[in-house]
Structures are given as structure tokens and as C-alpha cells.
């Protein structure tokens, strides 16, 4: 198919769309056919934009947070919230727990432990208690 491209390119006026797409498939030549030699990775990106969505649109919430520290402390949180449910964790239950545990002097050493996605959140995402 690379070749056919090359080929039909030489015979379309140079500033048809259909060079311009030939064009442009061909300077993506390695990612548009990335996914034939390795079976990973999706074709198109439509899961990755539909897990994201939530995610900007916590973003556009931010612009409304009153001062700029406010939006910064708003896209945090709403970083952390969204980290909860893409690893299968409540985030209400998490966010219980983490601040629990820091009020009670949880050592600065061991943060990592209280991520969202540490085992002790994950291991029981497929409780319907714990998940979101």
C-alpha cells in the first residue's frame, strides 16, 4: 500500500487533498502501521479519549475555582479522583482513609503507600463496598 501511495502521489496535483492525505500518511507511515506488528496496541484511540473526558472536564470546572491557587488545589483533587476510579477505587473511602492516616502521623517515608493505586487500595477494587 506504501508504494501504491507513492506512486498515485506522482500523478495528483500537488495541492489536491488527496496528495495532501497521501501526504500526510506517508510522514506517519511507522505509527499507522505500528499496531499490525504489535497486537497492544488499538487502532484508533477512542478508550484512551473516553477515560479522559472526565478529566477535562474537571479541568473546565477549575477555570470557575476563584483565584489561581484555588483552581490548582481543584485540578489536585480532582487528579486524585479520577486516578481512584481509573484504578477501580472509592475515592470517597480513599481520600477517608488517606487523610485518617496522615492526621494520625502516617510517616512522610512511607506516602507511596497511600497512592491510589498501592495494593492495599487495588487488591479490593472488586468489592462493590470499595469501588466507585
Known sequence: ???????TLDHLAQKSDTA???????RHWNGLTLYLNDGRIEMDTNAVERAMRPIK?????????GCDEGAENWALLAS???TCKLNGVSAERWLSDVLAKLVNGWPAARLDELLPWASTYTMHAHDPRLAT
Open 80 to 82: 486524585l479522583i479520577e
Open 57 to 65: 472536564l474537571n479541568a473546565k470546572n477549575a477555570l470557575f475555582a
Open 1 to 7: 500500500m506504501k508504494q501504491w501511495f507513492e506512486a
Open 20 to 26: 495532501k492525505t497521501l501526504r500526510y500518511a506517508l
